[in-house]
């Protein structure tokens, strides 16, 4: 969105690095001119090659880095953890990540509510709900009818535990 009183032109460029810092793909949007007061959406396709997948026992972990640049000046940029694999469901099998069915799916369920502090909790405090889920040997969380932390949604991820967020 261009907040400001004349047209800018904007260009997106987005990568992905691996989890030791390695640009694995990466793609530069052409230019976009955008309106004073007005947005625009620019769509991009990005393909990794041989990507480590994020499973269960093994999440891997990329970072999706988006950068903007307006008027050739780098004006912000953006970091999202991402976990590359395929989830598939079926009434046969059950659940496949990456191809393969997952047996042993052993879940629990979370409010987050703190005696106290109700919604305050700080991140330690979320991140420490899903460490300690991950030691009791649990891999899925069905979570409240309500938004979930980042801090705990992202330290899922890296610990590798599915999340079922209902409807709220």
Request: charged share 25%; net charge negative.
């Amino acid at each position: 969105r261009n907040e400001d009183q004349t047209d800018k032109n904007v260009v997106i460029k987005t990568e992905i690095k691996d989890a030791e810092g390695a640009v694995v793909a990466e793609n530069t949007a052409d230019a976009a001119t955008i309106s004073a007061g007005k947005d625009t959406t620019v769509k991009q396709s990005l393909t990794v090659k041989n990507p480590k997948l994020w499973n269960l026992d093994t999440p891997y972990m990329h970072t999706l880095i988006s950068h903007v640049f307006v008027d050739n000046q780098e004006m912000d940029t953006v970091e999202t953890p991402i976990g590359i694999r395929k989830i598939e469901m079926h009434r046969d099998y059950g659940l496949k990540i990456n191809g393969e069915v997952q047996e042993a799916l052993i879940g629990v369920n979370r409010h987050q509510e703190y005696p106290y502090v109700g919604y305050a909790g700080s991140s330690s405090l979320d991140r420490r709900d899903a460490i300690k889920f991950k030691e009791g040997g649990f891999n899925v969380v069905r979570t409240g009818h309500y938004p979930q932390s980042n801090d705990f949604l992202n330290a899922c991820d890296e610990l590798g535990i599915l999340v079922i967020e209902p409807t709220p």
